[in-house]
């Protein structure tokens, strides 16, 4: 876009993201257009609007009518034709007059209107602030990600959104030219491996566990005879884009260059991080001189003096993590570089390729190293106008942690020399493995173009994440991904949102991934017996060994304060682990790995939960004191910050629940199985009793209404004054910061930063959790649900990306239209970095999961009942159709869907007997090979309907 048109109510108040739009707007030399409802103001104020806009139009706005004329008298005076204009707008009556228009590209603001609402007037883009506006993201192809020009204030979030990876390494899609410098961030980072340093903050030691910037393989430097290098400011870019090929994991850049003489180059960079080899990686840059022939030098090289510094908050601590670097010119054109992490002592080599072809002559590769630890071959090549130079540079990146090498220098010289050549090499066996997973994985709609480019970007970057790599590997979910440093790298609860997609589609890494909690139940009984207590106490955030990595503090930009971080309290962490496994054994049936060690997670962290109760004799229920629930923002009362809480309804609920599931197992393991797991970990009958008496005895708070309170005194905190904060700050997803820095607590208010009790409908669904409070004792009427639904979606701030993603899989059963909305919110939460600059540090793994779950689980109503697979489906009027494949019991199943039938078929395998599918109260039996139809009833859109037995169902083979 060439202008910028904007509308704006009668008084204009600019927020800080607003302000810094308009900054980078003129920095680009980009005019802004300002339309403003009103007559003028005083001199003084207009003067101060001429500054800050080449145009302003004062209309008298209301109607689709006035806004129109505005618009064009606008654009009149910004000398560009309409299609070179983008509009941004809040109204959708502003929206539909600037679609009527022809503008290039027409932006919604969501401020006092709903994104449907933006949408149906004709917004190209919605967004819910002017911040989160990129005016260089193309959204025209399902499955290409593509931004045009450069943009400094957005090439983190574009970093971390365009990043490769294979479940073994993830590399950020910053510019091979460029180092670290506050607006590019090269980072590559391999999956499990970490590294502890010590820092001082506030006059005190503090010891840090961190995902470790590996050294940096992309460095590719290009200069014009003696001129200053591409990365010194030599050759000066005229026109940039990048598209991101989902379907095939490549990225490719194309840019125009000139340097000093003005002569031009046209580069073109083609990336990829091999999903068929789990240690390569390859660049391939092709330089074609525009008019001109002469002297040209590259430089190719490998950047081991990378530090930890992709997030502002962790600037006061240490970041230096590798050691001990080498590097040396193994052959002519092969380069090697080993670091050792300080701490951990892992030592990362990168072993590189470096070929150059397409010229008359060219001088022999020079190691150089111009900086310790940066090491570079340096070419000379002679080039020719329109003659493309191509460079290649293959990779391999290998760990002393890895199986199978001798070395880790070793293994990666092995790699590199059985390595297909460059991108062009690698990239057939690398497009046929994503090929393979997209089979499996792919969830097709018939719905809006960018719901669909959205979802297919969220299972690309799970599947860079979690891969079929990561069954070899001991590593847990990283929660930002392989993508940044958010979070430290750290594993969190968010696997309970990732490992149910993984585990209808690749149950092996399911598999692993579980493994890597069970290879550290060790650490977790020490941290239950430090505590005095009996089983397994899991961290809040995991790292390489299992103990427990979350910081005391957290640092407060808002207030420039240190604050406790007392979410260390989030002990709901390992029934996390528990349901994960349980849903996994019921997924695969495989009981030899729950004797083996499911059984033993879920026990262990049943014994924990036991342990942590205390029994009321008098109305014979149990109580847990000192948690903190999903929402954080509760830490305990006020007045009494850090002491944690008690009755949290989410720990309670699904302590009855995994208590019920520990019995059975023991059931389901009956025998020799079970005598051996009962002697192994001394079940006694007392145990089994306590358990027992707990899954039908454990307290649930209510509020007076029959609402589902939060926690024990949770309808006494006083209530917040939402319009005003929404008001004074527009984003108010981090409340806890904001009220620190006025000196207030979110410990006095009923609000939550994310979804808490909704958790339990989110995991259990309405109709088991009302099964599970009755075998607790307390009836619950289906209208007392949805009276909690909407209390705590009126209470909400939505401070983590997994907030949405529960708020729309709950309301897919009581209002799909508004469930839709939220799950496109959900959706976009990555691709707008919705919460404020965040995703530079690494995408929101359970979230981009959570949205592939939502589709299947909420929309198409897919549930798995003991060794049933139900289906429940509630599509919203917007879904049209949806098309995805589940396995379930060694049995691949295709599953469409439309608003008038469901139809499941079974793809042919002999070894995998039938499996029992359940739609409605209809249940039948499914053979591979065979299809089953059912007919749907209609329904009205705004409510949910279920299905009847008697729906008519034709099964053929």
């Given at each position: 876009?060439?202008?910028?048109?904007?509308?704006?109510?009668?008084?204009?108040?600019?927020?800080?993201?607003?302000?810094?739009?308009?900054?980078?707007?003129?920095?680009?030399?980009?005019?802004?257009?300002?339309?403003?409802?009103?007559?003028?103001?005083?001199?003084?104020?207009?003067?101060?609007?001429?500054?800050?806009?080449?145009?302003?139009?004062?209309?008298?706005?209301?109607?689709?009518?006035?806004?129109?004329?505005?618009?064009?008298?606008?654009?009149?005076?910004?000398?560009?034709?309409?299609?070179?204009?983008?509009?941004?707008?809040?109204?959708?009556?502003?929206?539909?007059?600037?679609?009527?228009?022809?503008?290039?590209?027409?932006?919604?603001?969501?401020?006092?209107?709903?994104?449907?609402?933006?949408?149906?007037?004709?917004?190209?883009?919605?967004?819910?602030?002017?911040?989160?506006?990129?005016?260089?993201?193309?959204?025209?192809?399902?499955?290409?990600?593509?931004?045009?020009?450069?943009?400094?204030?957005?090439?983190?979030?574009?970093?971390?959104?365009?990043?490769?990876?294979?479940?073994?390494?993830?590399?950020?899609?910053?510019?091979?030219?460029?180092?670290?410098?506050?607006?590019?961030?090269?980072?590559?980072?391999?999956?499990?491996?970490?590294?502890?340093?010590?820092?001082?903050v506030q006059g005190r030691e503090v010891e840090d566990e961190h995902l470790v910037n590996?050294?940096?393989?992309?460095?590719?430097?290009?200069?014009?005879?003696?001129?200053?290098?591409?990365?010194?400011?030599?050759?000066?870019?005229?026109?940039?884009?990048?598209?991101?090929?989902?379907?095939?994991?490549?990225?490719?850049?194309?840019?125009?260059?000139?340097?000093?003489?003005?002569?031009?180059?046209?580069?073109?960079?083609?990336?990829?991080?091999?999903?068929?080899h789990q240690h390569l990686a390859a660049l391939e840059t092709t330089v074609v001189p525009?008019?001109?022939?002469?002297?040209?030098?590259?430089?190719?090289?490998?950047?081991?003096?990378?530090?930890?510094?992709?997030?502002?908050?962790?600037?006061?601590?240490?970041?230096?993590?590798?050691?001990?670097?080498?590097?040396?010119?193994?052959?002519?054109?092969?380069?090697?570089?080993?670091?050792?992490?300080?701490?951990?002592?892992?030592?990362?080599?990168?072993?590189?390729?470096?070929?150059?072809?397409?010229?008359?002559?060219?001088?022999?590769?020079?190691?150089?190293?111009?900086?310790?630890?940066?090491?570079?071959?340096?070419?000379?090549?002679?080039?020719?106008?329109?003659?493309?130079?191509?460079?290649?540079?293959?990779?391999?990146?290998?760990?002393?942690?890895?199986?199978?090498?001798?070395?880790?220098?070793?293994?990666?010289?092995?790699?590199?020399?059985?390595?297909?050549?460059?991108?062009?090499?690698?990239?057939?066996?690398?497009?046929?493995?994503?090929?393979?997973?997209?089979?499996?994985?792919?969830?097709?709609?018939?719905?809006?173009?960018?719901?669909?480019?959205?979802?297919?970007?969220?299972?690309?970057?799970?599947?860079?994440?979690?891969?079929?790599?990561?069954?070899?590997?001991?590593?847990?979910?990283?929660?930002?991904?392989?993508?940044?440093?958010?979070?430290?790298?750290?594993?969190?609860?968010?696997?309970?949102?990732?490992?149910?997609?993984?585990?209808?589609?690749?149950?092996?890494?399911?598999?692993?991934?579980?493994?890597?909690?069970?290879?550290?139940?060790?650490?977790?009984?020490?941290?239950?017996?430090?505590?005095?207590?009996?089983?397994?106490?899991?961290?809040?955030?995991?790292?390489?060994?299992?103990?427990?990595?979350?910081?005391?503090?957290?640092?407060?930009?808002?207030?420039?304060?240190?604050?406790?971080?007392?979410?260390?309290?989030?002990?709901?962490?390992?029934?996390?682990?528990?349901?994960?496994?349980?849903?996994?054994?019921?997924?695969?049936?495989?009981?030899?790995?729950?004797?083996?060690?499911?059984?033993?997670?879920?026990?262990?962290?049943?014994?924990?939960?036991?342990?942590?109760?205390?029994?009321?004799?008098?109305?014979?229920?149990?109580?847990?004191?000192?948690?903190?629930?999903?929402?954080?923002?509760?830490?305990?009362?006020?007045?009494?910050?850090?002491?944690?809480?008690?009755?949290?309804?989410?720990?309670?609920?699904?302590?009855?629940?995994?208590?019920?599931?520990?019995?059975?197992?023991?059931?389901?393991?009956?025998?020799?199985?079970?005598?051996?797991?009962?002697?192994?970990?001394?079940?006694?009958?007392?145990?089994?009793?306590?358990?027992?008496?707990?899954?039908?005895?454990?307290?649930?708070?209510?509020?007076?209404?029959?609402?589902?309170?939060?926690?024990?005194?949770?309808?006494?905190?006083?209530?917040?004054?939402?319009?005003?904060?929404?008001?004074?700050?527009?984003?108010?997803?981090?409340?806890?910061?904001?009220?620190?820095?006025?000196?207030?607590?979110?410990?006095?208010?009923?609000?939550?930063?994310?979804?808490?009790?909704?958790?339990?409908?989110?995991?259990?669904?309405?109709?088991?959790?009302?099964?599970?409070?009755?075998?607790?004792?307390?009836?619950?009427?289906?209208?007392?649900?949805?009276?909690?639904?909407?209390?705590?979606?009126?209470?909400?701030?939505?401070?983590?990306?997994?907030?949405?993603?529960?708020?729309?899989?709950?309301?897919?059963?009581?209002?799909?239209?508004?469930?839709?909305?939220?799950?496109?919110?959900?959706?976009?939460?990555?691709?707008?970095?919705?919460?404020?600059?965040?995703?530079?540090?690494?995408?929101?793994?359970?979230?981009?999961?959570?949205?592939?779950?939502?589709?299947?689980?909420?929309?198409?109503?897919?549930?798995?009942?003991?060794?049933?697979?139900?289906?429940?489906?509630?599509?919203?009027?917007?879904?049209?159709?949806?098309?995805?494949?589940?396995?379930?019991?060694?049995?691949?199943?295709?599953?469409?869907?439309?608003?008038?039938?469901?139809?499941?078929?079974?793809?042919?395998?002999?070894?995998?007997?039938?499996?029992?599918?359940?739609?409605?109260?209809?249940?039948?039996?499914?053979?591979?090979?065979?299809?089953?139809?059912?007919?749907?009833?209609?329904?009205?859109?705004?409510?949910?309907?279920?299905?009847?037995?008697?729906?008519?169902?034709?099964?053929?083979?």
């Amino acid at each position: 876009m060439d202008t910028i048109l904007a509308n704006a109510p009668g008084q204009l108040r600019f927020s800080a993201s607003a302000a810094d739009l308009l900054t980078r707007l003129r920095t680009g030399g980009v005019p802004v257009a300002l339309m403003i409802a009103g007559s003028p103001g005083s001199p003084s104020e207009e003067a101060a609007l001429a500054q800050d806009f080449e145009v302003v139009v004062r209309s008298s706005r209301g109607s689709e009518g006035p806004a129109a004329t505005a618009l064009r008298a606008a654009a009149s005076k910004l000398d560009a034709s309409a299609a070179r204009i983008a509009v941004v707008d809040t109204a959708p009556f502003g929206v539909a007059a600037a679609r009527e228009g022809g503008f290039g590209l027409v932006v919604g603001i969501t401020r006092a209107s709903t994104r449907a609402d933006l949408e149906a007037a004709g917004a190209d883009l919605v967004l819910d602030d002017v911040g989160e506006l990129d005016l260089g993201v193309l959204r025209t192809d399902p499955w290409v990600l593509a931004y045009e020009g450069f943009d400094a204030a957005h090439e983190g979030h574009r970093e971390a959104l365009t990043t490769l990876g294979n479940g073994y390494q993830g590399t950020r899609g910053a510019a091979p030219e460029r180092a670290a410098d506050g607006v590019h961030y090269p980072g590559t980072y391999l999956a499990g491996v970490y590294n502890r340093l010590t820092s001082t903050v506030q006059g005190r030691e503090v010891e840090d566990e961190h995902l470790v910037n590996a050294p940096n393989w992309l460095p590719v430097d290009l200069r014009t005879d003696a001129g200053a290098w591409w990365s010194e400011g030599g050759l000066t870019p005229v026109r940039e884009r990048r598209e991101l090929d989902l379907r095939r994991g490549l990225l490719t850049r194309q840019v125009e260059l000139t340097d000093s003489a003005g002569r031009g180059l046209q580069i073109t960079q083609r990336r990829l991080v091999s999903m068929q080899h789990q240690h390569l990686a390859a660049l391939e840059t092709t330089v074609v001189p525009l008019g001109w022939n002469g002297r040209m030098e590259v430089r190719s090289g490998i950047d081991a003096t990378v530090r930890n510094r992709n997030v502002a908050e962790y600037a006061g601590l240490a970041d230096r993590h590798l050691g001990e670097v080498t590097g040396r010119q193994v052959e002519p054109d092969v380069l090697l570089v080993e670091a050792v992490t300080t701490t951990s002592r892992i030592t990362i080599a990168t072993a590189a390729r470096t070929t150059v072809t397409g010229v008359g002559r060219s001088k022999e590769h020079r190691l150089e190293s111009v900086v310790e630890g940066r090491y570079a071959h340096r070419l000379e090549v002679d080039v020719r106008s329109g003659v493309p130079l191509r460079i290649d540079k293959t990779v391999a990146v290998v760990s002393s942690r890895d199986p199978a090498v001798a070395t880790a220098g070793s293994g990666a010289l092995a790699e590199l020399a059985r390595a297909p050549a460059g991108v062009s090499g690698l990239l057939p066996g690398h497009a046929a493995a994503w090929e393979r997973l997209w089979q499996q994985f792919h969830v097709t709609l018939d719905a809006d173009r960018e719901t669909h480019l959205v979802l297919n970007l969220h299972q690309f970057h799970l599947l860079q994440s979690v891969s079929p790599h990561t069954a070899e590997l001991d590593a847990g979910v990283p929660a930002r991904g392989l993508h940044g440093e958010g979070y430290r790298g750290h594993v969190f609860w968010d696997e309970l949102f990732v490992l149910p997609v993984i585990t209808m589609h690749l149950p092996d890494v399911t598999r692993a991934l579980l493994d890597y909690r069970w290879h550290r139940l060790g650490a977790a009984r020490q941290a239950a017996a430090d505590a005095g207590l009996a089983g397994a106490l899991f961290p809040w955030q995991s790292g390489s060994d299992g103990r427990e990595e979350t910081p005391a503090q957290l640092f407060n930009l808002r207030s420039g304060r240190w604050m406790p971080d007392n979410s260390r309290r989030q002990r709901h962490v390992g029934l996390a682990v528990a349901y994960n496994a349980w849903l996994y054994y019921q997924a695969t049936g495989d009981t030899a790995w729950l004797a083996e060690r499911g059984a033993e997670l879920i026990i262990e962290v049943t014994r924990l939960f036991a342990a942590m109760a205390t029994h009321d004799s008098v109305d014979d229920r149990f109580h847990l004191s000192g948690v903190m629930g999903p929402d954080e923002y509760h830490d305990g009362y006020p007045g009494t910050p850090g002491s944690g809480l008690r009755d949290n309804a989410y720990t309670n609920v699904l302590t009855a629940w995994i208590c019920a599931r520990a019995g059975d197992a023991l059931e389901i393991l009956g025998g020799h199985d079970c005598d051996d797991l009962r002697e192994r970990l001394g079940v006694g009958p007392a145990e089994e009793h306590r358990w027992e008496h707990m899954s039908r005895r454990m307290a649930v708070p209510f509020h007076i209404d029959g609402v589902i309170s939060q926690f024990d005194g949770y309808e006494q905190l006083a209530e917040l004054d939402w319009n005003r904060y929404r008001d004074t700050y527009g984003n108010i997803g981090r409340l806890d910061l904001i009220l620190e820095a006025e000196g207030d607590s979110t410990n006095r208010y009923q609000l939550a930063k994310q979804a808490d009790v909704l958790m339990l409908v989110y995991l259990l669904g309405g109709d088991q959790l009302r099964d599970l409070l009755g075998r607790l004792g307390y009836a619950m009427e289906p209208t007392a649900l949805v009276r909690t639904v909407d209390f705590y979606l009126a209470r909400t701030a939505h401070g983590s990306t997994l907030s949405r993603v529960v708020h729309a899989s709950v309301l897919a059963g009581i209002d799909p239209k508004r469930a839709w909305g939220t799950f496109r919110d959900a959706l976009v939460a990555d691709l707008d970095d919705t919460q404020g600059g965040t995703t530079k540090e690494g995408v929101h793994l359970g979230a981009m999961a959570g949205t592939v779950d939502i589709v299947m689980r909420s929309f198409a109503g897919l549930h798995i009942r003991g060794d049933v697979l139900a289906f429940d489906p509630c599509p919203p009027p917007e879904l049209r159709r949806v098309r995805f494949q589940a396995r379930f019991r060694g049995q691949r199943i295709d599953v469409d869907l439309d608003h008038g039938q469901l139809r499941v078929s079974a793809h042919p395998c002999a070894s995998a007997p039938p499996v029992r599918i359940r739609v409605g109260g209809a249940e039948l039996s499914l053979r591979g090979g065979e299809t089953i139809d059912v007919d749907l009833p209609a329904r009205a859109d705004s409510t949910r309907a279920a299905i009847p037995g008697g729906a008519a169902t034709t099964i053929t083979g």
